[in-house]
């Protein structure tokens, strides 16, 4: 992969500076001018094409979800724990009734909305990394219906904005096909499938922040008909004041629309702490664009303002409680919490330059060729997010919207209101793969506008050029760019479902799980189970959630190792102990015969054969995955 990104690198460089040549060199004089009313395409690209993508999409979301990746994160694990004795006994695992905000390790890493969602589907279908990985998945397909839908309706909209006649070749690259290669990057791009793939809180934002943007679009659509005659009010006399006051009022659909969006923007927040900075930034943004182009009054600003703190009010005041050092507001019904520590993710003191430079290179890393330093979770080596080093054709889209920005286009304005504060905020935190889940939504955009302006220079060289030679290298010229891509994610999709197991074994402890849910079987109350820390990140929390613990039981067992810690990490609960004793080798046969159980990596059996003492027939030993579990027989 390595060598096919070179590869790749140098051919967009020259096709895209072969498109910028033809771009210059193009008479777009010559072109037929019509209006986009007198447009009709083939349903084949209208329906088929974006439906086959779709379903390409879904596939690659749901396809053996259980088992790859196979295994369970502990993240994982603590949004389903959270979920299931949310569910079930309606308080957290630190006794909080239906919080606000569930602490989990202490400090967060868990937002709230994805736990309540999984509580609603674990109550109705039960505890399982079926349910678990479902919503993401779900979503993560949902997503790319949202995302075509939108491009689609800002393309149309940009249009209906637009006073000058247009070309059909235009049109075509701007409302037929923009959707369609956002859909397909997104459908295909590593970030967005393995997103798709894995529970964490932050992998449900795109859903909700596509859907409230297309609901505010939708709005403004709404608004702008119901007002259209305002357009021609030079055509009433200034003693026509009630025709033009009810031209310019709200129109009620519309202000429905803006209030079901604020509603989703205020959910946005509790998806993920980003959001809580980047979104009420976008949407001031949002509201400047659609009241100047009357697309929203002042009384659905209002409303939607009005909306959007009730609903984020809760959450609001969890800061505030927590910023000031306020007391836990407890309450019958739900619970305010505190966290036990702070953890403050952003950039300060004398090296806050460097810190927002070196940002800045995460940034353009995990854009590009991706970051080495991320987690398996998130990328695989050799496969940038992207994929196929596309960033210079980003780069050129970004370009673009910044020229189309200078002219008013309402797509490019609507984008920017969410990348500005998504790439401000990255600056200013420690940032990651996880932390841009923002920013990858007007990043796709760009790339895709790069891929329409390159096609589109070859298919006006392929139409004009009377040389033949010309015309087939035009062809060929059009369509390296977008194969690149899908080799690049035929490629991806064939390593993720090989490979990727084996590659995150450490990070999803494939069978960990099972061992801990069958140790806790066969293990008496009065016995302790052993865990390795061999091959295993936070185990207490695995074992919890395979094992249904009650929270009244692990409330009143759990000990921390550090209970201030940014992230709490227990050392035990009930009657698991997380690390081996210290005399294990020596001691191990011991320790079984006293009727206690341990919990081991693969790697540990020959430690297990060497102990003195050791005969497997007094033994009994039961492989997990890549754990095995080892007890007296009875």
């Given at each position: 992969?390595?060598?096919?990104?070179?590869?790749?690198?140098?051919?967009?460089?020259?096709?895209?500076?072969?498109?910028?040549?033809?771009?210059?060199?193009?008479?777009?004089?010559?072109?037929?001018?019509?209006?986009?009313?007198?447009?009709?395409?083939?349903?084949i690209y209208t329906f088929f094409l974006p439906a086959?993508?779709?379903?390409?999409?879904?596939?690659?979301?749901?396809?053996?979800?259980?088992?790859?990746?196979?295994?369970?994160?502990?993240?994982?694990?603590?949004?389903?724990?959270?979920?299931?004795?949310?569910?079930?006994?309606?308080?957290?695992?630190?006794?909080?009734?239906?919080?606000?905000?569930?602490?989990?390790?202490?400090?967060?890493?868990?937002?709230?909305?994805?736990?309540?969602?999984?509580?609603?589907?674990?109550?109705?279908?039960?505890?399982?990394?079926?349910?678990?990985?479902?919503?993401?998945?779900?979503?993560?397909?949902?997503?790319?219906?949202?995302?075509?839908?939108?491009?689609?309706?800002?393309?149309?909209?940009?249009?209906?904005?637009?006073?000058?006649?247009?070309?059909?070749?235009?049109?075509?690259?701007?409302?037929?096909?923009?959707?369609?290669?956002?859909?397909?990057?997104?459908?295909?791009?590593?970030?967005?499938?393995?997103?798709?793939?894995?529970?964490?809180?932050?992998?449900?934002?795109?859903?909700?922040?596509?859907?409230?943007?297309?609901?505010?679009?939708?709005?403004?659509?709404?608004?702008?008909?119901?007002?259209?005659?305002?357009?021609?009010?030079?055509?009433?006399?200034?003693?026509?004041?009630?025709?033009?006051?009810?031209?310019?009022?709200?129109?009620?659909?519309?202000?429905?629309?803006?209030?079901?969006?604020?509603?989703?923007?205020?959910?946005?927040?509790?998806?993920?702490?980003?959001?809580?900075?980047?979104?009420?930034?976008?949407?001031?943004?949002?509201?400047?664009?659609f009241t100047k182009r009357h697309r929203m009054t002042?009384?659905?600003?209002?409303?939607?303002?009005?909306?959007?703190?009730?609903?984020?009010?809760?959450?609001?005041?969890?800061?505030?409680?927590?910023?000031?050092?306020?007391?836990?507001?407890?309450?019958?019904?739900?619970?305010i919490t505190k966290f036990t520590a702070k953890r403050?993710?952003?950039?300060?003191?004398?090296?806050?330059?460097?810190?927002?430079?070196?940002?800045?290179?995460?940034?353009?890393?995990?854009?590009?060729?991706?970051?080495?330093?991320?987690?398996?979770?998130?990328?695989?080596?050799?496969?940038?997010?992207?994929?196929?080093?596309?960033?210079?054709?980003?780069?050129?889209?970004?370009?673009?919207?910044?020229?189309?920005?200078?002219?008013?286009?309402?797509?490019?304005?609507?984008?920017?209101?969410?990348?500005?504060?998504?790439?401000?905020?990255?600056?200013?935190?420690?940032?990651?793969?996880?932390?841009?889940?923002?920013?990858?939504?007007?990043?796709?955009?760009?790339?895709?506008?790069?891929?329409?302006?390159?096609?589109?220079?070859?298919?006006?060289?392929?139409?004009?050029?009377?040389?033949?030679?010309?015309?087939?290298?035009?062809?060929?010229?059009?369509?390296?760019?977008?194969?690149?891509?899908?080799?690049?994610?035929?490629?991806?999709?064939?390593?993720?479902?090989?490979?990727?197991?084996?590659?995150?074994?450490?990070?999803?402890?494939?069978?960990?799980?099972?061992?801990?849910?069958?140790?806790?079987?066969?293990?008496?109350?009065?016995?302790?189970?052993?865990?390795?820390?061999?091959?295993?990140?936070?185990?207490?929390?695995?074992?919890?959630?395979?094992?249904?613990?009650?929270?009244?039981?692990?409330?009143?067992?759990?000990?921390?190792?550090?209970?201030?810690?940014?992230?709490?990490?227990?050392?035990?609960?009930?009657?698991?102990?997380?690390?081996?004793?210290?005399?294990?080798?020596?001691?191990?046969?011991?320790?079984?015969?006293?009727?206690?159980?341990?919990?081991?990596?693969?790697?540990?059996?020959?430690?297990?054969?060497?102990?003195?003492?050791?005969?497997?027939?007094?033994?009994?030993?039961?492989?997990?995955?890549?754990?095995?579990?080892?007890?007296?027989?009875?």
């Amino acid at each position: 992969m390595l060598t096919l990104n070179a590869v790749s690198l140098i051919i967009y460089f020259g096709i895209i500076a072969l498109a910028l040549y033809l771009y210059s060199k193009n008479d777009r004089g010559s072109f037929s001018q019509i209006n986009l009313s007198n447009v009709t395409f083939n349903k084949i690209y209208t329906f088929f094409l974006p439906a086959a993508l779709i379903i390409i999409g879904t596939a690659l979301r749901i396809y053996k979800l259980t088992q790859i990746p196979l295994g369970l994160h502990q993240d994982e694990a603590s949004i389903g724990y959270e979920a299931y004795i949310l569910s079930v006994f309606g308080i957290d695992r630190d006794g909080n009734r239906y919080p606000v905000y569930p602490i989990t390790y202490g400090s967060g890493g868990g937002s709230p909305l994805m736990i309540y969602i999984n509580a609603i589907t674990t109550f109705l279908f039960g505890s399982s990394p079926v349910t678990l990985r479902a919503l993401p998945a779900v979503l993560g397909a949902a997503t790319l219906i949202i995302s075509f839908f939108l491009i689609k309706k800002l393309s149309s909209e940009s249009f209906s904005d637009s006073s000058e006649r247009l070309t059909l070749q235009y049109i075509s690259g701007e409302y037929l096909w923009l959707p369609i290669v956002y859909l397909c990057i997104i459908s295909l791009s590593p970030w967005h499938i393995m997103l798709s793939r894995w529970s964490l809180d932050s992998n449900t934002a795109p859903f909700f922040v596509l859907t409230a943007l297309f609901l505010f679009v939708l709005g403004g659509k709404a608004q702008k008909e119901a007002t259209s005659f305002e357009n021609i009010g030079t055509l009433f006399k200034r003693k026509d004041r009630k025709k033009r006051q009810s031209l310019s009022a709200s129109d009620t659909q519309a202000t429905l629309l803006f209030a079901f969006s604020a509603l989703f923007y205020s959910l946005t927040l509790y998806s993920y702490g980003a959001a809580t900075i980047i979104i009420p930034v976008h949407l001031v943004i949002m509201c400047v664009i659609f009241t100047k182009r009357h697309r929203m009054t002042r009384l659905q600003v209002t409303t939607g303002v009005v909306v959007f703190l009730i609903f984020s009010s809760p959450l609001l005041i969890f800061y505030v409680v927590n910023a000031l050092n306020l007391p836990q507001i407890t309450t019958p019904l739900f619970t305010i919490t505190k966290f036990t520590a702070k953890r403050s993710i952003f950039v300060s003191g004398s090296g806050m330059l460097l810190s927002v430079l070196q940002n800045l290179l995460v940034i353009i890393k995990n854009l590009s060729i991706g970051s080495s330093a991320e987690q398996i979770l998130n990328y695989i080596p050799g496969f940038p997010p992207l994929l196929a080093f596309t960033f210079p054709v980003t780069l050129l889209g970004m370009f673009l919207s910044i020229l189309r920005l200078r002219n008013g286009e309402f797509i490019d304005q609507v984008i920017a209101s969410l990348f500005i504060p998504s790439f401000i905020f990255g600056l200013f935190v420690e940032e990651d793969i996880t932390r841009m889940v923002m920013i990858f939504i007007p990043v796709i955009y760009y790339l895709a506008r790069g891929y329409i302006f390159i096609v589109n220079e070859f298919v006006t060289l392929e139409k004009n050029t009377p040389n033949k030679f010309i015309h087939y290298l035009a062809i060929f010229g059009k369509a390296i760019a977008p194969a690149v891509f899908l080799i690049s994610a035929i490629l991806f999709s064939r390593t993720y479902f090989t490979d990727f197991n084996r590659l995150s074994r450490d990070a999803y402890m494939p069978g960990y799980g099972e061992a801990c849910a069958y140790a806790d079987n066969i293990t008496k109350d009065d016995s302790i189970i052993y865990s390795t820390y061999e091959h295993v990140s936070a185990p207490f929390m695995i074992a919890l959630y395979y094992t249904k613990t009650s929270p009244t039981d692990f409330i009143k067992t759990v000990h921390y190792k550090d209970p201030t810690a940014e992230f709490r990490i227990a050392d035990s609960f009930t009657n698991f102990r997380f690390g081996l004793p210290e005399d294990f080798a020596e001691n191990v046969v011991s320790y079984l015969d006293e009727g206690n159980t341990f919990i081991l990596h693969k790697t540990q059996a020959d430690t297990i054969k060497n102990a003195p003492g050791y005969d497997p027939e007094a033994l009994s030993i039961n492989y997990f995955g890549d754990f095995f579990v080892i007890s007296k027989r009875p």
